[in-house]
């Protein structure tokens, strides 16, 4: 592996200088709970009560960019997925409002973080099609000391106003599987791995049956964190056929379990599912459908931004082949700039209102978690436990 400067300086900052023993600090905050769901949420709003309310203020300006929707408006929206997480998932409902008691806001006001991708697609279907943050997924296998190896991993592109949104959550749920995840301050979940070394990763996209009206489904966010409560990944397929939907997302999953590593990519629209799996090569996505089905209502591939990430991240996961252990492969491929103006890692190009805010690489095999803040190829990645 070619030892630039900045893999030098991460060396340094992992080793410590002269000898010197140094732990890098965590990229982003972390918060470590466990308990009821009530419990949980109450933890996350007592710490990250000022993130929270910074984050609620950007999603109201950016829903309501418009103008044809206030304030008032977007929280009747955001609480009319209250009674769909009530019959549906009733603890993630539970946590929703210990974040709210937490950090001393109001319960619409959390329900709007956790459904903002939801509440998106109801209010302003035109400005969902605009507005896609463009994050690039890989699930990678290879080796590591002979035994076979998985990693799970993305880079996390939004807005640079949300550049301290994210948190890390270790919880430890009552009667539910232990899980880590990266989420924006007030979510229940995002991305993130639980115990069963179950992993999910996120892709925006956007479909003509997205937020029809009168259809209110299970927000996105809450989708994810419901994921990483499943024990394998056929039950997360199941849990995702349940439930109703109204807006789409990408889920690409994976799991180290006792019989080996497995991924399998979910397509998720109001209109259908899609599951994507091939054993024999690596999952990649980006922000339009690959199922020719569900790609007739693609309206989230108005740029050639998702086809040239998608296309640079498949070729480079070939081209790398010979790097065995897909965690550094994984790094060097979030960090790749090529395809410019639409690289994997971006910073403010080509537009000023995007950009990778975090990298993240789950290592289901070793149980660790690889955290980059801000675009990967101009930042140091830090090793941080896992589950």
Known sequence: MTLTRRRFVATLAAVGIAGCSKTPEPPFPELEAAGSPGDLGLA????????????????????????????????????????????????????????????????????????RTDVRAMV??????????????L?????????????????WDWDPALADAPVVLRLRPDGG???????????TGKIGFNEHRLGVCLNFLGHTSDGRPGEVGVPIHCLLRAAMNCRDLDEVI??????????????????????????????????????????????????HFLDPWLALGCSSQDSPSSTTRYANAVRLAGELASVHDPVPRAERILE???????????YHNPDPDS????????DLTRNRLVLARGAPHRSVWVDRPGV
Not at 84 to 97: G, S
Not at 139 to 155: E, F, M, P, Y
Not at 177 to 187: D, F, Y
Not at 336 to 346: A, E, N, Q, T, V
Request: glycine share 8%; net charge negative.
């Open 44 to 115: 996350q709003g007592r710490a990250f009560a000022d993130r929270i309310r910074s984050n609620l203020q950007f999603y109201i300006n950016w829903l309501s960019e418009s103008g044809r929707f206030s304030r008032d408006e977007l929280l009747a929206r955001a609480g009319s997925f209250g009674p769909v997480l009530a019959d549906h998932m009733p603890d993630i409902l539970e946590e929703i409002d210990g974040i709210a008691r937490g950090a001393r806001m109001s319960l619409d006001e959390i329900l709007l973080i956790n459904a």
């Open 124 to 137: 302003d279907a035109e400005l969902a099609a605009e507005a896609i943050p463009a994050c690039t997924a």
């Open 139 to 155: 699930a990678l296998t290879g080796s590591v000391d002979g035994r076979t190896a998985l990693a799970l991993s993305q880079n």
């Open 177 to 187: 599987p232990a899980l880590v995840s990266l989420v924006e301050a007030g979510m």
């Open 238 to 287: 199941t849990l995702i056929h349940s439930v109703p939907r109204s807006a789409s997302a990408n889920f690409l999953l994976a799991q180290h379990g006792d019989g080996g590593p497995r991924a399998i990519d979910l397509e998720i629209s109001p209109d259908g599912v899609a599951v994507l799996a091939d054993p024999d090569v690596d999952l990649i996505h980006t922000n």
């Open 336 to 346: 790749s700039r090529d395809g410019l103006p639409y690289p994997i890692s971006r």
């Open 355 to 362: 950009s990778t805010l975090a990298g993240i690489v789950m």
